[in-house]
RNA sequence: CGGGAUGUGGCGCAGCUGGUAGCGCGCAUGCUUUGGGAGCAUGAUGCCGCAGGUUCAAGUCCUGUCAUCCCGACCA
């Protein structure tokens, strides 16, 4: 029998391990290969192509909003690295060093960027002379290092791919609008272009960025009830332009220092997609980012005509703007719906002798493997409807199972108890604002501050750990 | 970085008290198939993670190392 046999055995069942699945994904739907370099992977065609429609959709709202793109060198003197202390403190341990260049000792060991705050600032300092030169908004694609010690695909790796802006700003207030702005810009591309709702707020003084004066993020709840931080967005007030010299003349001709910002995103973010929308037979893929939004599969191939006609409807689709393959490889048609849904392709077109005759083909879509069969006049018009109806399904999908995984908790024996009882997800408590009581909620529960969500509610009168009065609702999980 | 587990054809695994490496899937070729991972036939593919050591002899024993996974501490 087929079923003792097991065929379909790709991907271990999400209920079963739920990181073996979260790597079964990886591997099984093509993102991914190790490399020989712990921490290093290779990502494949299929994972990079997802990276480029992100990267094409991010650069572009960015842009709208008058950044430009720049690239700073992969390297940073230690000397450099060293002017900003509390940054210096927070990146060292985790930094990895040149200190050889060819046969010689490097006079001064290079660090490999773990972001570029100090390439910058240092660059900053040599051009903005007067207010006329503020704004400026700088933003690079590149590449970073970590040297992390738990690696796992896209969630942490030691070298990754992201996005780093830096902007600086004749005031405060323009520079705190600015990293709000941004924020606003990644949770908008999560929830209406990844389907991934977030929770926006403001990070604890614990979990803040080395060096910024305020950290903002967005927070997602994946499968597993962990949080997954997915984006950052950080002021740094003038600390980074007193500390590397960065000085412009106001229109009084006074010499004064520019606030500044930074925000970035990551590669990680398909890991977020993965944990938030995939299932047991893989990966499910937000449409807009999907390589392939349509896969053709012709069935019956052998029979005269099915080819060409898969071929025509693929290339009707193409010319309506849509991403499609076609299927011609000589494997079975149920193979292929098995290979395509482990690959998240949003939507499958299946077309046989049977439906040309009648004028028709099936659409699937991925998210819950629906059946519509559509007329072939207007195909393209019920395939754009499906992806539409793909992305929709997916946003709530993943919203109803955060609103059911999210609890509200007055004490520490309520969060455990939640947990408990519903499974990890995300704790709402009140918070009195003490490192100490997120200490301690840390250790008796297991889960740690998230955010303090812009969104606040009072559910409490004091704090979930000390009983002193609240000052915040935060958002406590445990995270990646 | 601490605790645990695992490294054997592409993938999943077997290989006992050491004695010249095997199975399933996949892959290649051919024929028959094709609406949920097709069948038969033939065939190819191994520095047993890597480096040392013990031994007449190491996939197997010992040491080290690298990688992957899990649990902690740290982090996008």
């Known amino acids: ?25 990886c591997k099984k739907a093509d993102l991914i290969d190790y490399s020989s370099v712990k921490g290093c992977m290779i990502i494949r065609p299929y994972g990079y192509a997802i990276w480029e429609h992100m990267q094409r959709i991010l650069d572009t709202r960015f842009k709208e909003l008058g950044h430009e793109n720049v690239y700073m060198p992969l ?95 004749a005031t405060a207030e323009e520079a705190i609008a ?16 990844l389907a991934i709702p977030v929770v926006k707020g403001r990070k604890t003084d614990s979990d803040k960025f080395a060096g910024a004066e305020a950290t903002y993020a967005i927070e997602a709840l ?79 191939m052998h029979k005269p005509g099915v080819v060409e006609k898969a071929t025509e409807i693929a290339d009707r689709l193409r010319a309506a703007g849509i991403r499609v393959k076609v299927d011609v490889s000589d494997n079975s048609a149920g193979w292929k719906y098995a290979e395509y849904e482990m690959k998240g392709v949003p939507v499958r077109l299946e077309l046989g002798p049977r439906d040309i005759e009648a004028g028709q083909c099936v659409l699937v879509t991925r998210h819950n493997r629906e059946k519509a069969v559509v007329s072939l006049d207007g195909v393209e018009a019920a395939a754009k409807e499906k992806l539409e109806a793909v992305y929709n399904g997916m946003f709530e999908r993943a919203l109803a199972n955060r609103q059911a995984h999210t609890y ?13 009882a519903h499974g990890d997800g995300f704790v709402r408590a009140m918070w009195c604002g003490e490192e100490a009581c997120e200490d301690e909620i840390k250790a008796r529960t297991g889960v740690s501050s998230r955010c303090i969500p812009f969104e606040q509610e009072h559910i409490a009168d004091t704090c979930v750990c000390c009983g002193k009065p609240a000052l915040h609702l935060v958002y406590w999980a445990k995270a990646y």
Request: proline residues 5%; contains cysteine.
């Open 1 to 25: 029998m087929a079923q003792e046999k097991r065929l379909v055995e790709e991907i271990t069942p999400m209920a079963v391990d739920f990181a073996q699945w979260y790597t079964d994904i």
């Open 408 to 420: 509200d908790c007055r004490s520490a024996e309520e969060i455990i108890a939640a947990l408990e």
């Open 222 to 300: 994946m499968h597993d009830g962990k949080s997954l931080q997915a984006g950052t967005s950080h002021y740094f007030g003038d600390g980074f332009a007193r500390a590397f010299d960065i000085q412009y003349a106001d229109k009084e001709n006074k010499l004064v220092y520019p606030h500044q910002t930074s925000w970035g995103c990551t590669t990680r973010m398909i890991g977020g997609i993965i944990m938030t929308h995939g299932d047991d037979s893989g990966l499910v893929l937000p449409p807009a980012v999907a390589p392939i939004q349509v896969v053709v599969i012709p069935v019956a």
């Open 75 to 169: 390297f940073i003197p230690e000397s450099l690295l060293n002017k900003e202390k509390e940054h210096v403190e927070g990146f060292a341990p985790e930094v990895a060093w040149v200190t050889r260049g060819g046969s010689e000792e490097l006079t001064e060991p290079l660090c490999v960027r773990p972001t570029s705050e100090t390439l910058f600032c240092e660059h900053y300092a040599n051009i903005i002379r007067s207010w006329r030169d503020l704004p400026k908004l700088y933003n690079q694609w590149c590449s970073v290092v970590r040297w992390e010690k738990t690696t796992r695909p896209f969630l942490r790796s030691r070298e990754f791919l992201w996005q780093e802006g830096h902007t600086m700003h």
């Open 178 to 193: 600015e990293t709000l702005q941004m924020l606003n810009v990644y949770a908008e591309f999560h929830e209406k272009v």
